[in-house]
Every structure is written in C-alpha cells, then in structure tokens.
C-alpha cells in the first residue's frame, strides 16, 4: 500500500508539472509537443519501476510507420520511454477514463476499425502524420494478447504508407520497421504463465483494477526488440509489408521469451 501511495503521488506530480507544457505545445505546433511525452514516459517508467532492454534500434529515415505487438496498456509507455511516438488506437480509447484524456496529450490517432467505410479516412490521417514527421505506431493484431505468441497482423491501416506516398512528392518511399515487445520479468524472476496475466491486458480484463494493481507490484522488465527497417514505395504490397513484420515481430518475441 505504502508503494502504491507513493508512486499515485509521484505520478500526480510529474503529470501536472508537464500538463500546462503540452498544452501549449499542442495549441501552437511547437516541437515539444513529440519530446514532452516521450519524457513523460521515460519518467514514468522510471517510477512505476519498469525495467527496458533494447534490443537493436529505431531507424533513423523518415517517414516511418513501425508495426508491433500489443501486451498491454503499459506498452505505450515503454515505446514512448524509448522514443518520441504517436499511436494509432480504436475510437473508444478515446472516451476511456484517464488513458483516454492522456491519449489525446500524446496526440493519438483515433480509428473507428468496426466502420470499414471510415478506413480511408484514418489512413489519411495517419499519412498525414507521417508526412509531418511523426514516427507512427500501429499494433498490427488490432487487439492484445497475452503476450506469450504474437496473433496474426491486419494490412488494412498499412494501406496508409501508400497514401502518404500518393500525397507527397517529397517522399518517394516511407520507411516500415517491425518491433517486438515481451514481457520477461517480474520482481527479477521470469514472467511464467502464472504471471503473465498481471502484466498482460487483454480480453474481458478490467482496465481500471488491473491499472492499480500493476503500480503496486514492482519491478517489470521487458525486452523491446527492433527489426530491420525496410523502405516501401508505391509500388510495394500493403499485404506482404503485413506479412514479413508479422513474422519478424514473432521471431523477435519468441527469442525474448526465451532468453
């Protein structure tokens, strides 16, 4: 209880120091705005008391659209911890009690996925992003998993590296790099199959009490592996692009796993 008090307090603090900071930046397109929550997770990663190891690392051309695995609702800290990001996630996200409100700080990407007709529109969006700069993550499965094996990957929003293409001469190829998140450890013992579900957010789980429990708990270490950056132009196939991070991704995550 006493550490669960101690890091609510902590974060509290650090969240209402950097708020006013993002505010601004976003109202006026300032730069801050991709550097203040990329600080913002690096120090909460640092509270809550998660350990990262990086395996590999970010490509450094842009544009780039990074597809990867989903754990849980502490990736997005992690992949903000080690990089400035934005995110793509579902509509509903957006109306979530707090992640909701911090989502829309980081300057999230909100899809509806269910309204098929809505889809272009969300690639628009997301090229757009691209186009200005941003690193854009996609969780490729559409949903999380459990993260002890990496579900089948969706091409439906990769069709996004072909609009931003299509709407930028600048840019005659946009940079797609796989990355893997595993979830290896706990309190410095292995995350076996009887922990996993206490770091791991998927199914009917609640958000809330799983939030509060994972603050109290300790030291997580998780491996974040990086796969090799590949160049994708027009006339590259949304589909394979799918396929060859599918398989990086769960390459990457079994050996993880395994270490």
């Known amino acids: 209880m006493i550490r669960f008090i101690f890091v609510i307090a902590m974060l509290a603090a650090v969240t209402l120091t950097l708020l006013p900071f993002q505010l601004i930046a976003i109202a006026f397109r300032l730069r801050w705005q991709r550097t203040i929550p990329h600080l913002y997770h690096r120090l909460l990663c ?19 659209l990074i597809l990867s695995n989903h754990v849980s609702w502490l990736d997005i800290a992690v992949i903000s911890a080690i990089t400035p990001v934005v995110f793509i996630a579902k509509s509903e996200v957006a109306r979530w009690p707090l992640f909701g409100w911090l989502a829309k700080l980081q300057r999230t990407i909100f899809v509806e996925r269910e309204r098929r007709h ?4 969300s690639a628009d969006e997301i090229a757009g992003r691209l186009r200005d700069g941003d690193a854009v993550v996609l969780f ?3 949903t999380s998993s459990d993260g002890s094996h990496v579900l089948p990957f969706r091409s439906a929003l990769v ?93 990457m995550t079994v050996t993880a796993l395994r270490t």
């Open 140 to 142: 490729a499965e559409g």
């Open 159 to 251: 069709g996004s590296v072909h609009r931003s293409l299509g709407h930028a001469p600048r840019h005659s190829e946009i940079t797609v790099q796989p990355m893997s998140l595993a979830y290896v450890g706990f309190g410095g013992l292995p995350i076996g199959r009887a922990l996993r579900e206490r770091v791991a957010w998927y199914g009917d789980a609640d958000l809330m009490p799983h939030f509060f429990q994972l603050l109290a708990m300790g030291a997580i270490d998780v491996t974040v592996s990086w796969g090799a950056a590949v160049a994708c132009g027009l006339s590259t196939d949304r589909k394979q692009i799918t396929r060859d991070a599918e398989i990086a991704v769960r390459r």
């Open 118 to 121: 809505k889809t272009g529109a």
């Open 46 to 64: 640092a509270i809550v008391g998660v350990r990262i190891h990086e395996v590999g690392q970010r490509g450094t051309t842009t544009p780039m």
